[in-house]
């Protein structure tokens, strides 16, 4: 199971390489992709999002599991916030890696880096 931040969707649909092969890697072996709600927020947030933007971020996360915050990932998030002094956003992205038990994917492995998370660099 793998679980995606912002800046990895965002590599794969703007066509790098390593980011799509990747992806396309996970899809042949029809692995299981989560997708927290706050990524679908930064995702979507971006200014002067175009249209077609817009579809392509859809297609992909047709494709995933998203992982919405509730009080258990808040609570998890909180305590990798406090300990990690992380970004909130960061901190929900980690902390619902650790609640799937997922390998978090991501460009920016510095902002991860905590013990309990295998983190994939793409």
Do not use: C, H
Not at 43 to 50: A, E, M
Not at 85 to 99: G, H, N, T
Not at 101 to 109: A, K, P
């Amino acid at each position: 199971m793998y679980l995606f931040d912002t800046n990895a969707i965002i590599y794969f649909l703007s066509g790098d390489k390593k980011a799509v092969e990747f992806v396309k890697e996970i899809v042949k072996e029809n692995k299981t992709i989560y997708v927290p709600t706050i990524v679908r927020l930064e995702l979507f947030s971006k200014s002067n999002l175009t249209s077609v933007e817009q579809n392509a971020i859809s297609d992909f996360l047709s494709y995933t599991i998203e992982i919405n915050l509730d009080k258990t990932i808040a609570d998890i998030a909180a305590a990798i916030r406090r300990k990690f002094r992380m970004k909130v956003a960061d901190s929900i992205v980690a902390a619902s890696a650790l609640y799937t038990n997922s390998f978090l994917v991501t460009r920016n492995i510095k902002d991860f880096k905590i013990s309990d998370i295998q983190v994939i660099k793409i």
